[in-house]
């Protein structure tokens, strides 16, 4: 049992801890050295572990501790996490101003102008002051609860200075600087890299072990509070200072604008200003600051009328294009590219963007030489925007397409009506390569291993001159090729043994044939019983399937037309390569039958192709284009035209959380 001593200096202890957290994560104003912390938390550790009944749930000791879960429960949330309507300039700023002024019939609004942090949504619920609960976004009702997860985050305080109760709003994120870090060490350990800081922050908070997540670099900022007992201030400028005096770290560039011109000029200024923070934001956040008129502004079905989203838009830099040079692909698509001077844009170090085609190159005028201008498409894709004609010095060249395959030599040609010039060698050395690492990509056969330079060995060694002849590799053959050696070629004939099973949908897809990607695949798939059924059916039978309309019918047929290709299924089926489609006996429940689903962007809990996966042996379609028969478009990071295409046609969206929480309800039934 501890004395009144021991209880008194435990109690101490935690009230140092948790004032020197907050002078150091949310003031950034450190009253002690780390050393002199470091030994108050070492002494509380210690008489927590020599006096277990002391230990509370607030105390700092307990950020990281709690088991791996199985699961996330899911928690859902006193009021909607609504996503905010978006505004993509001036004119944009001033009618969200005119709906607002002319719903509350004032000439002039109070707004409080936010930084929009690239990360992750959260809401977490305080009970008298102390920190219960956690959750993500989710589909803005239900979110995952990753109260274990939060708690690892020393910049989310367990305890408040205050006894508040009630749910606050906040995102976590990761610094670019804690980014870096994080993907050098994933590098070293040979581990996948994260695309950006959010997918890293996200990917962060749903670890089932909050061990791992403790180990990742994550901060957060917090921007709403909506208390149990309904009193809270009248301005949302004040709400936030209640917020900080609480304990919470607020985002210190936050201010309070007199209408909408300044509103404007916080946001011209913060677009130029973005690239000096120490974190990602892809926007500002613009709210009306009298909070008792929310009510009267309302909300439409997913957005308040009282807020609005201003997004920057894409990030422009300039830059040299040393050489402009050459792609062949599988189809034998040649492809232009820019060898640029590497230049850092958009987080990322930039030093090729596609040129797409020779029309492309010669309607934006691009020579070899020119200064140009490049940002990344959806923040993600360089593109070069416009050529800087005003550096020119005259030694800049105009690129010509070349007439021969720098692969193999052979023809290139342009068809008539098309854009995309092509080699016209079927034995093109380049296009097999690219074959091979298409045929083996994890959506298709999914032969681990077999990347673009094994791919090239083995197509240079002669071992491999049409794809059937992956399936006759010899052991001692592989062994030999560079950098392999005896246990890298098992684990490849491994691999290869192993995609022999895929199945009719992804060998349909890993042939190449033109226009046909996954989801057509597999409605070609469902359709017909095997390859061999396939490749012997009619224009007007392969249209007849959903999703395949002339152009595909047609590719279709002219592939199987060729005696190439039919000998080379030929050859699979006599490799023992599994060729058939689904079997309906082995089919489980199918509660999504007959639904179409798109998805876009990138997903932070699955690969697209596993979730695409995922809704078929639930019965539903995956398809790659938006269209008014599409029943849900699912939306991850940095989504593209799909999500704006499918706003048009009214299709339903559903962002990651919501779509798991769909599919996770049907499979419980």
């Given amino acids: 049992m501890a004395s009144p001593e021991v209880i008194a200096r435990v109690n101490a202890l935690r009230e140092a801890l948790h004032y020197h957290n907050y002078r150091y994560f949310v003031l950034n104003d450190p009253e002690i050295e780390d050393a002199e912390y470091d030994r108050m938390m ?28 199985d699961s996330f429960a899911t928690v859902r949330h006193r009021e909607p996490m609504l996503s905010l309507a978006n505004a ?71 305890r408040l200075r205050v006894p508040l109760s009630g749910e606050v709003r906040g995102e976590v994120y990761m610094t670019k600087e804690g980014f870096a870090r994080l993907n050098e060490r994933r590098a070293a350990e040979g581990s996948p890299l994260f695309a950006n800081p959010r997918n890293a922050a996200a990917g962060s908070l749903r670890q089932l072990d909050p061990k791992v997540t403790a180990g990742r670099p994550l901060d957060a900022f ?21 917020l900080r005096s609480a304990g919470f770290k607020v985002n210190p560039h936050t201010e309070r604008c007199e209408g909408i011109d300044e509103v404007a000029a916080y946001c011209e200024r913060w677009a130029a200003k973005r690239p000096e923070l120490s974190y990602d934001i892809d926007g500002v956040v613009v709210k009306v600051d009298d909070r008792r008129a929310y009510d009267l502004l309302g909300a439409t079905a997913k957005s308040p009328r009282w807020a609005v989203a201003y997004k920057f838009p894409a990030e422009e830099v300039t830059t040299v294009v040393e050489d402009i040079r050459v792609n062949v692909g599988r189809t034998g698509a040649v492809t232009p590219y820019a060898v640029l001077t590497p230049v850092r844009v958009a987080g990322t170090t930039v030093s090729r963007a596609t040129l ?50 720098p692969s193999c030599g052979g023809a290139v040609i342009r068809p008539e009506g098309e854009a995309v010039a092509r080699c016209v060698n079927s034995a093109c050395p380049a296009q097999l390569v690219e074959g091979i690492v298409h045929f083996a990509s994890r959506d298709a056969m999914d032969i681990e291993g077999l990347g673009p330079a094994l791919a090239a060995a083995l197509v240079e060694k002669g071992l491999v001159k049409r794809l059937s002849d992956l399936y006759k590799l010899k052991r001692e053959e592989v062994a030999a090729l560079e950098r392999m050696g005896e246990k890298s070629a098992d ?53 007849e399937v959903p999703d395949v309309g002339e152009v595909v019918a ?113 499979q419980k039934g």
Avoid: W
């Fill in 42 to 69: 070492r002494e509380l550790i210690e008489l927590e572990e020599r006096y277990p009944e002391l230990v509370v749930p607030d105390s700092p000791t307990q950020r990281v501790g709690a088991a791996p879960l």
């Fill in 554 to 666: 047609r590719s279709v047929v002219d592939y199987f037309s060729e005696p190439e290709n039919r000998s080379l299924v030929g050859e699979f089926e006599a490799l023992g390569v599994d060729l058939s489609g689904p079997r309906p006996e082995s089919q489980g429940p199918r509660p999504l039958d007959g639904k179409r689903f798109v998805f876009t962007g990138t997903l932070a809990a699955m690969s697209r192709s596993e979730a695409e996966a995922l809704v078929k042996r639930l019965g539903a379609a995956a398809s790659g284009s938006v269209s008014k028969n599409t029943d849900y478009v699912v939306v991850g990071e940095n989504p593209g035209s799909k999500a704006d295409k499918a706003r048009r046609l009214g299709v339903q969206i559903l962002d990651e959380q919501a779509f798991l929480d769909l599919v996770t309800r049907l």
């Fill in 222 to 242: 917090f921007y709403g509070f909506s208390p149990a007992d309904g009193g809270a201030p009248d301005f949302h400028y004040e709400l936030l200072e209640l």
């Fill in 491 to 543: 684990n490849l004939l491994r691999a290869i043994e192993a995609s022999k099973s895929r199945g009719m949908a992804r060998v349909v897809y890993a042939l190449g044939i033109r226009h046909v990607g996954e989801g057509t695949a597999e409605a070609l798939a469902g359709r017909f019983r095997n390859v061999q059924e396939l490749a012997a059916a009619s224009l007007e039978e392969l249209m």
């Fill in 356 to 405: 797409h085609n020779e029309e492309y190159i010669r309607q934006k005028d691009i020579r070899i030489g020119d200064t140009v201008v490049i940002r990344k498409a959806g923040d993600i894709i360089p593109e070069v925007v416009r050529v800087v004609v005003s550096k020119r010095s005259g030694t800049e060249r105009p690129f010509e397409m070349p007439k021969e395959c």
């Fill in 88 to 158: 993509f300039g001036r004119e944009d700023l001033e009618a969200f101003d005119a709906r607002v002024r002319r719903a509350l019939e004032q000439d002039r609004v109070a707004y409080v102008a936010e930084l929009k942090i690239d990360g992750v949504a959260v809401s977490l619920t305080y009970e008298n002051g102390v920190f219960v609960r956690g959750a993500t976004r989710g589909d803005g009702e239900v979110g995952e609860d990753v109260t274990q997860n939060l708690r690892t985050i020393a910049s989310v305080p367990l």
